[in-house]
Antibody, heavy 118, light 109 residues
Framework: EVQLVESGGGLVQPGGSLRLSCAASGFTFSSIWMTWVRQTPGKGLEWVANIKQDGSRKYYVDSVKGRFTISRDNANNSLYLQMNSLRVDDTAVYYC???????????WGQGTLVTVSS | QSALTQPPSASGSPGQSVTISCTGTSSDVGGYNYVSWYQQHPGKAPKLMIYEVSKRPSGVPDRFSGSKSGNTASLTVSGLQAEDEADYYCISYAGSIYVFGTGTKVTVL
């Protein structure tokens, strides 16, 4: 069964840092692009970042450039999102998803909640 | 990187059809045939319903169909059923990045 499980969310103060993880299973992780999407409470979805199979290409939405870093560990089937200089408006549920052309984000993890508040 | 524009809500009675629009620009929706649609029920992760404008993943009922004209993509749900009541989001490739739509809440009356 293809499965993605996020972890690492929590409460952090503005200006703080957090590292999200996404554990993948049931597919050849090293052969697929991966993506992060976030959803602010009660609001819509926002694509955050993605990363190529070998990590050589990474793209970000403008609002997180210079603050967030996406990375992956193919040996351990894991995806990461390092979030620095967090702001209140980064508060959201963060999902990881397997990505292919379409765009096909499928499946998604269950999400992990990040709350940025003092 | 502005969000694609969707109507906030749409509704229909069981058995009827509802169409949701997703309007962007020539830099996203109009520039690529890479638009997909996601369904999200409360408290759940989004589910892929349509990709590459009009293709359905296996397991998605053929009541769901997609199309595109110019800078506007559309999702049509025919033969509405109670379980179709959900939020729907479009997303488009925009040249190395992706842009989601603002989301549409579909209500089955």
């Amino acid at each position: 069964e293809v499965q993605l499980v996020e972890s690492g969310g929590g409460l952090v103060q503005p200006g703080g840092s957090l590292r999200l993880s996404c554990a993948a299973s049931g597919f050849t992780f090293s052969s697929i692009w991966m993506t992060w999407v976030r959803q602010t409470p009660g609001k819509g979805l926002e694509w955050v970042a993605n990363i190529k199979q070998d990590g050589s290409r990474k793209y970000y939405v403008d609002s997180v450039k210079g603050r967030f870093t996406i990375s992956r560990d193919n040996a351990n089937n894991s995806l990461y999102l390092q979030m620095n200089s967090l702001r209140v408006d980064d508060t959201a549920v963060y999902y990881c998803a397997r990505e292919s052309w379409g765009p096909r984000f499928d499946p998604w993890g269950q999400g992990t909640l990040v709350t940025v508040s003092s | 990187q502005s969000a694609l524009t969707q109507p906030p809500s749409a509704s229909g009675s069981p058995g009827q059809s509802v169409t949701i629009s997703c309007t962007g620009t020539s830099s996203d929706v109009g520039g690529y045939n890479y638009v997909s649609w996601y369904q999200q029920h409360p408290g759940k992760a989004p589910k892929l319903m349509i990709y590459e404008v009009s293709k359905r993943p296996s397991g998605v009922p053929d009541r769901f169909s997609g199309s595109k004209s110019g800078n506007t993509a559309s999702l049509t749900v025919s033969g509405l059923q109670a379980e179709d009541e959900a939020d729907y989001y479009c997303i488009s490739y925009a040249g190395s990045i992706y842009v989601f739509g603002t989301g549409t809440k579909v209500t089955v009356l």
